[in-house]
C-alpha cells in the first residue's frame, strides 16, 4: 500500500500486534492447563484453576472484537496517536484483570466488563469523528483540529486508575 | 484520513458503533444477572436464569466476528448503503434474539444461528464485488452500477420477516 | 472505492469470505448437534457429542478474531500474496483441527491452540512491514521488495506438516 496511506494507521497496526500477542499468552495459559486436566476427564466444567483461567481467557476474549472495532474506528476517523495511546491501556489493564482472575483466592471474582472507560473514550471519539465527517458535508466546517486537540488532552486522563 | 475515503466507510463506522452499544447492552445484562449469582457460588453451569442470558450472550458473540468480516467487505468492495441497511436489520434481528432467549420460559430455545439471511445477503454482496473487481481486471467491462442498483432494490427485502 | 485501493486488499477479502463460510459450516454442525440435544434439556454441559463439537467451534471462534487481525495487518503492511496464501493453510488447519476434534473417539483431544506456525508467520510479515515503515520515515530506505521476495519463498514452507 501507499506510503502515506500506511502512516494513517501504522500505530494502530502495532497496538494490533501487540493485542495478539497478549491473546497467545492467553492461549497459552489455557492450554497450559488444560493440558494438565483434559487428560483425566473431557468436560469444561473443572477444577478451580482451569475454570479460572478459561473464564478469564473467555472474558478476554468476548470483548476483544469490540475492542478492536472501536479501536480502529476511532483512529481511522478521529485521531490516530490518543486512539493507540487508549489501545495501549486497555491492554495494561486486560493484562491486570485476567492476572486478577487466575490469581483470584476467595469468591469473589472481578466482575464480567472491564476497561469500561477506555472503551468508553473509543466509542466517543469515533462519534465525535462520525459527527465531524457530517459537519463538513453540510456546513463545510472542520472541526477536526480542534477534536485532534481535545482527545489529545483528555488521552492523559485514561492514566487515573 | 482523507474526507473522500472516510465517505467510502463512514456508515459502515456508524453501524459498527451501534452494534459495539448494543454489544455493551449485552454484556451489561450477563454482568448484572452474574452478580446476583457468583455471590454464591464460582462456577459457570448455573441457574436458569444466568445460563440463558450467557448463552445468548455467547452466541451473539460467537457471530459477531463473522458478521463484521462481511459488513466490511460488502461495503468496501460493493455498495455501502445496502450493506449499511443489512446491518442495522442484522442488529435488530440480533436483539429479537437475545430478548426472545432470556424470555424463553418454555424448554425450547432459539437455535444457535440467527439472521442468516441477512449475513447471506452481505457475503452474496461482497462475492458479487470480487467478480466485479476481477471482470474489470480481466475484460475491462466494469458492472459496478448494475450491482450497486441491484442491491440497493433487494436489500428492503431484507425487512420480511 | 477505488480500482486500484481494492487491488490492495482483494485477496485478503477472499480469504475472509472463505473463512465466513468455514463459520457457517461450523456454526451449522453446532446448531445439528445442539437441536438433536437441547429438545431434552436446556445446560450447555451435555453429552459427548454435543460438548465436542461446541469445543472444538468456541477453540475456533476464540481464536478467529486474532487470525483476522493479523491476516489483515499482514496483508496491508507487508505483501498480500504470501498472506493470502497463509490464510488459505490456515483454513485447512482450522478444518483439519475442527473434524479431528469431531471425531476424536479416545480421551486424549487436541489442545487449545492450533495453527501456531501459520499465526507466527503472520505476526512476523506484520512486525517486518511495521519496521519497513518506520525504515522509510526515518532512513529513507525501502526494503520492500527484499521483504515480499524473503516472504514469498519462505511461504510455501508452511505446506511442510
Redesign the interface.
Known amino acids: 500500500?501507499d506510503?502515506e496511506v500506511?502512516?494513517?494507521f501504522?500505530l494502530l497496526?502495532?497496538i494490533?500486534?501487540l493485542?495478539?500477542?497478549q491473546?497467545?499468552f492467553f492461549?497459552?495459559k489455557?492450554?497450559l492447563e488444560?493440558?494438565s486436566y483434559?487428560?483425566k476427564?473431557?468436560?469444561?466444567?473443572g477444577p478451580?484453576a482451569f475454570?479460572?483461567v478459561f473464564?478469564a481467557?473467555?472474558n478476554c476474549?468476548?470483548?476483544?472484537?469490540?475492542f478492536?472495532?472501536?479501536l480502529w474506528?476511532a483512529g481511522?476517523?478521529c485521531s490516530q496517536a490518543p486512539a493507540a495511546f487508549a489501545g495501549l491501556i486497555y491492554l495494561f489493564v486486560r493484562q491486570k484483570y485476567f492476572v486478577g482472575y487466575m490469581g483470584e483466592r476467595t469468591?469473589?471474582?472481578p466482575?464480567?466488563?472491564f476497561g469500561k472507560r477506555i472503551?468508553l473514550f473509543l466509542?466517543l471519539m469515533?462519534?465525535a469523528?462520525?459527527l465531524n465527517?457530517?459537519l463538513?458535508?453540510f456546513f463545510g466546517s472542520d472541526f477536526e483540529m480542534y477534536i485532534k486537540t481535545i482527545t489529545s488532552t483528555i488521552s492523559p486522563l485514561l492514566l487515573i486508575p
Open positions: 500500500m506510503h500506511v502512516g494513517c501504522v497496526v502495532i494490533t500486534l493485542s495478539v500477542v491473546n497467545a492461549a497459552s489455557v492450554e488444560s493440558k483434559t487428560s476427564t473431557f468436560q469444561r466444567a478451580s475454570e479460572r473464564t481467557n473467555q476474549r468476548d470483548a476483544y472484537p469490540t478492536l472495532a472501536v474506528c481511522l476517523l469468591q469473589s471474582t466482575g464480567y466488563i472503551i466509542f469515533s462519534v469523528g462520525v465527517y457530517y463538513v458535508l
